[in-house]
């Protein structure tokens, strides 16, 4: 298994640009979350969602969107990047709630 | 949302010494969990302990949830175990969000 995995691993976006990250996990997770670290910060949730079709929001939704089309994928959208989307995303998998979350590598992303 | 404090912020040790990392939290919590990011910046989930104690190898960890508090033992510390420490919590009532705390970043010298 390849766990979750997450592209890409660097990206330099300019003001205004749009891009997705992109998450992938092959363990059969119903539940999955996008979170940004900011430097020396924890972790802030964005997104999450409990099963293909059904998302909602966290913490810091605003300037993102997400979609869950299937069990594996959830793309993090970014429309209109700003300086302060600066960050390292996470992406992680559950089977529950109640479950241990397992991580990607994150994406390390620089808006310029 | 819930407030999550982590102490102590930094920790120095030197190879072989044992520490305790606290994580308090301010609401009753139906999910805790502690990760370790390691300095190339991977996390790793170490323990899902809403309540109760847990051990695995040189790592322990003891949710008290009635006093709101969560602490991680590292015994005979490796330089290894450098990173930094994170716990998340789950409020009651607020399922699938998580609120992770500062971290305590650990220093193990040889």
């Known amino acids: 298994n390849a766990g979750v995995t997450q592209t890409p691993k660097f990206r330099i976006l300019k003001i205004g640009q749009s891009m997705t990250l992109q998450c992938a996990q092959d363990m059969n997770h119903n539940y999955m979350y996008w979170y940004r670290q900011d430097p020396g910060m924890g972790l802030k949730l964005i997104y999450y969602s409990v099963g293909a079709g059904i998302t909602d929001k966290g913490e810091v939704p605003n300037g993102y969107n997400v979609s869950r089309s299937t069990t594996e994928d959830f793309p993090l959208r970014l429309e209109l990047a700003a300086p302060s989307q600066t960050s390292v995303y996470f992406c992680?998998?559950?089977?529950?709630?109640?479950?241990?979350?397992?991580f990607g590598p994150g994406t390390r992303l620089t808006v310029t | 949302g819930i407030q999550v404090e982590q102490s102590p912020p930094d920790l120095i040790l030197q190879e072989g010494a044992n520490s305790t990392l606290r994580c308090n939290f301010s609401?009753?919590?139906?999910?805790l969990q502690w990760f370790h990011q390691n300095p190339w910046g991977q996390l790793i989930n170490l323990f899902y302990i809403p309540s109760g104690t847990k051990q695995n190898g040189r790592l322990s960890a003891t949710t008290v949830a009635t006093e709101r508090y969560s602490l991680l033992y590292i015994s005979s510390s490796q330089t290894t175990d450098s990173g930094v420490y994170f716990c998340?919590?789950?409020?009651?009532?607020?399922?699938?969000?998580?609120?992770f705390g500062s971290g305590t970043k650990l220093n193990v010298k040889p």
């Open positions: 609401d009753s919590v139906n999910n």
């Open positions: 998340a919590v789950e409020r009651v009532g607020n399922f699938n969000k998580f609120y």
């Open positions: 992680a998998s559950s089977y529950s709630e109640s479950y241990e979350q397992y």
